[in-house]
């Protein structure tokens, strides 16, 4: 569905952040990108949704060349992007900025209600809150209404930003059976995410990037063969 090859992407002129990193998001899978801080993993995601052009490189979605679209016309193509960063509007109540979500296609109300309660269906404590101001809510729930927001358009490919980040261990748990029932809907999930065994655990593929590069893929097995060994060296520095 979604191919990233040779592309190298930077913020400042003459730095590259990404240098030749070519993945592979198959259809219908979860694919998980780990790698320490600096890595290049949210600069990954940034450049196949626009907000930054690659130097070089092509990203393909769907077998077509996408690396100079707009954010905008890929969110119509399909793909959704939670970004680290939360990305919902504080002073909006959680249904507003769900339905804000889905402004593809707002002109049709009868969809529009339809994805409303699909989304409430699988965020169930949203809809117990759906009044409720978004700087109200707890860290957990905001990063509900975030992947809610998100998927209020159906995409077919979903790209995540460290979804666990500084949520305690027992949301974590819930934000990861979430993710795993987006994807057996059917939609393609690409993630980046610090949290290595829950990322491991939720994959069916997976890439370690370092420094910019890919330093090794596999299938999910040959990551949990070999986690020890992939924290040791690429996350503790020893």
């Known amino acids: 569905m979604l191919s990233l090859e040779k592309v190298t ?51 393909l979605f769907e077998g077509r060349e996408v690396q100079n679209y707009p954010y905008d016309r890929l969110k ?15 002073q909006l109540n959680v249904q507003d900025n ?16 339809q994805r409303l309660k699909e989304v409430y269906d699988l965020f169930p404590m949203l809809l117990e809150r759906h009044t409720q101001k978004a700087n109200h809510l707890s860290g957990g729930l905001l990063r509900m209404l975030c992947i809610g927001k998100e998927i209020m358009t159906k995409p077919k490919l979903l790209m995540l930003d460290e979804p666990s980040a500084g949520l305690a261990p027992k949301v974590v748990t819930e934000i990861y059976a979430l993710i795993r029932k987006i994807a057996e809907s059917g939609t393609t ?24 590069q890919v330093k090794q893929h596999g299938a999910k097995k040959e990551f949990e063969k070999s ?9 503790t520095g020893s």
């Not at 119509?76 to 504080?90: A, K, N, R, T, Y």
């Not at 491991?200 to 910019?212: A, C, I, P, R, T």
Request: charged content about 20%; proline content about 3%.
């Open 189 to 212: 999930i690409l993630l980046v995410d610090q949290n290595i065994m829950k990322a491991v655990e939720v994959s069916d593929y997976m890439y370690l990037l370092e420094m910019g």
């Open 76 to 90: 119509q193509m399909g793909i959704s992007f939670m970004l680290q960063e939360h990305s919902v509007f504080p």
């Open 9 to 59: 992407s930077g913020y400042i002129a003459g730095i590259d952040i990404l240098r030749d990193v070519s993945i592979e998001v198959k259809k219908g899978a979860v694919t998980g990108v780990i790698g320490p801080n600096g890595a290049g993993k949210s600069t990954m995601l940034k450049t196949v949704f626009g907000f930054m052009h690659p130097r070089s490189g092509r990203i």
């Open 227 to 235: 986690i020890r060994d992939i924290i040791r060296d690429s996350f």
């Open 98 to 113: 769900l339905l804000l979500g889905a402004w593809t296609f707002r002109k049709d109300r009868s969809i529009v209600k």
